[in-house]
């Protein structure tokens, strides 16, 4: 029987459950309870296997967090995952199931600020004279938004690669993929090439200055992607979008196990076992089934055995030592008033180390409101590691004060954050491929070792995003269900 395919097959799954055939009932070990593991828990549970996911932190959701304390008046932050394209069909199906309230989550707005090479400009006046910002581009890319600039380098690629055979997507990858996204602008085959300073324009603006020597064609794929479909919208979950991972609690309440440090995992040639640290009784235990399904990132999955090294190809070694898990820092600041809403500014891009500012949804229009003052990724969200909590105040009200001026230090209350490469549960925040590590490896990351099976964003076809991490889920369910 054929794997699903996305989205109808796995739209149809998560609607009905999988298919109904005759086979054997299954012990299923599955390791880690983000998105991914919830969802393939669910549905091998509903088609009557056995199941029990086992998860190392005191909560489930993985990189879907929202954290609501210390903040007041029922104000939160979605730490993690935040938001969520109208074109992610399996996300928008389990949250119309579970009947979550969805809120627009505004992306971009006329009123957004942008504060770049000490100029302040809206991004109105951005769009209608994108020279504002005093760039020293080139004669041919002066009066190009960044967007612009980057359509007209990629188009030509995903014209090409959008009219192309399944087979000959595949050589455009393996062809493409030895770029990093700043060669493929400054070295462009297949268009005029860009200036150092408007590749840095491009990666400043679209938030993918941290990262810019990753792959051209996994950043294109997973990061940009959105920015090409025609009239994205965006929503997030009122109320915080841990509602969509703790809604498949109830369900599984029997089948989850928390505080579970995975130590080790043991294949055999009829059984898997999981050798685990409960961190919370203090004691070690053993867990046994016929199947193990692993969620967990490659980044963290290095920590854990897995026995015997022999099952496990070269290129799988390869792929969990190698896949890169990409920092990500969220500052979180309360304040005493959403004095924001008084200068009617939107989101805040800039080129200081907060990079980007985003205006949450609020709950309740009392006072007082959270502000996500900071979000930067890779290197720029390494930044932060050098500095204590103190420091971090301190330096991300001095450049919120650059854009709104000295009322931030009269109206502030608290600051959280929350740093994804610190976090040992994930040690990082999405997954981007090195040039020519898809070529290589790429296909190896989601394939069965043995009795193991893989799931999660980074083994899924959107990395990065929550749609990934579902679309993964219901394909290792699948590839279990239907095991002799």
Same mark, same amino acid.
């Given at each position: 029987m054929l794997l699903p395919k996305y989205p109808n097959d796995m739209l149809s799954i998560i609607k009905n459950g999988l298919p109904n055939i005759k086979q054997r009932k299954k012990n299923v070990l599955i390791a880690g309870a983000g998105m991914a593991g919830l969802v393939s828990a669910s549905l091998l549970k509903q088609a009557g296997h056995t199941v029990t996911v086992l998860e190392g932190n005191n909560r489930i959701g993985g990189r879907i967090y929202?954290?609501?304390?210390p903040f007041t008046n029922g104000n939160y932050l979605n730490m993690g995952a935040m938001r969520i394209p109208h074109t992610h069909k399996l996300v928008l199906k389990y949250i119309e199931k579970f009947q979550l309230p969805l809120s627009p989550f505004i992306n971009s707005h006329p009123n957004d600020i942008i504060y770049i090479n000490n100029r302040k400009i809206s991004r109105k006046q951005y769009e209608e004279n994108p020279n504002l910002l005093d760039f020293h581009l080139n004669k041919n890319e002066q009066g190009k938004t960044a967007f612009t600039l980057l359509q007209d380098a990629v188009e030509p690629f995903i014209t090409l690669y959008n009219n192309s055979t399944e087979e000959e997507?595949?050589?455009?990858?393996?062809?493409?993929?030895?770029?990093?996204m700043v060669d493929f602008l400054k070295y462009n085959p297949l268009a005029t090439a860009l200036s150092s300073n408007a590749i840095r324009l491009i990666s400043i603006l679209l938030g993918i200055e941290g990262f810019q020597e990753l792959s051209f064609i996994s950043i294109l794929s997973s990061v940009l992607s959105p920015l090409f479909q025609p009239d994205i919208k965006y929503f997030e979950i009122r109320g915080g979008n841990d509602r969509l991972p703790y809604s498949f609690q109830m369900e599984l309440a029997s089948n989850l196990f928390y505080n579970q440090k995975i130590e080790s995992i043991k294949q055999g040639s009829n059984k898997v076992n999981i050798y685990v640290h409960d961190t919370y009784?203090?004691?070690?235990?053993?867990?046994?089934?016929?199947?193990? /399904?692993?969620?967990?990132?490659? &980044?963290t999955l290095q920590f854990i055995d +897995?026995?015997?090294?022999?099952?496990?190809?070269?290129? *799988?070694?390869?792929?969990?030592?190698e896949l890169q898990n990409i920092s990500s820092m969220k500052i979180g600041i309360e304040f005493s008033s959403p004095f924001w809403e008084r200068y009617n500014f939107g989101h805040v891009i800039t080129d200081l180390p907060i990079r980007f500012s985003y205006i949450p949804s609020r709950v309740n229009n009392d006072a007082p409101a959270v502000l996500l003052a900071?979000?930067?990724?890779g290197s720029d969200a390494l930044l932060w590691n050098? /500095?204590?909590?103190?420091?971090? &105040?301190?330096?991300?009200?001095?450049? +919120?004060?650059?854009?709104?001026?000295?009322?931030?230090? *009269?109206?502030?209350?608290?600051?959280?954050?929350?740093?994804?490469?610190r976090n040992s549960f994930s040690a990082g925040c999405f997954t981007l491929y090195a040039p020519g590590q898809q070529k290589h490896f790429g296909e190896e990351v989601s394939k069965p070792?043995?009795?193991?099976?893989?799931?999660?964003?980074?083994?899924?076809?959107?990395?990065?995003?929550?749609?990934?991490?579902?679309e993964s889920g219901i394909r290792a369910a699948a590839e279990i269900h239907m095991r002799e």
């Open positions: 929202t954290l609501r304390s997507k595949k050589k455009m990858v393996s062809e493409y993929d030895k770029y990093s009784q203090h004691t070690f235990k053993t867990y046994t089934g016929d199947y193990c /399904l692993i969620t967990l990132p490659f &980044t +897995l026995l015997p090294k022999n099952s496990i190809s070269q290129k *799988k070694w390869q792929a969990i030592r900071s979000y930067s990724w050098s /500095l204590s909590q103190s420091d971090i &105040t301190r330096e991300v009200l001095k450049c +919120l004060s650059e854009v709104y001026g000295n009322i931030v230090y *009269k109206e502030y209350l608290r600051t959280v954050t929350f740093n994804w490469s070792s043995g009795r193991l099976h893989f799931a999660g964003e980074h083994a899924s076809l959107f990395p990065g995003w929550i749609e990934g991490a579902i």
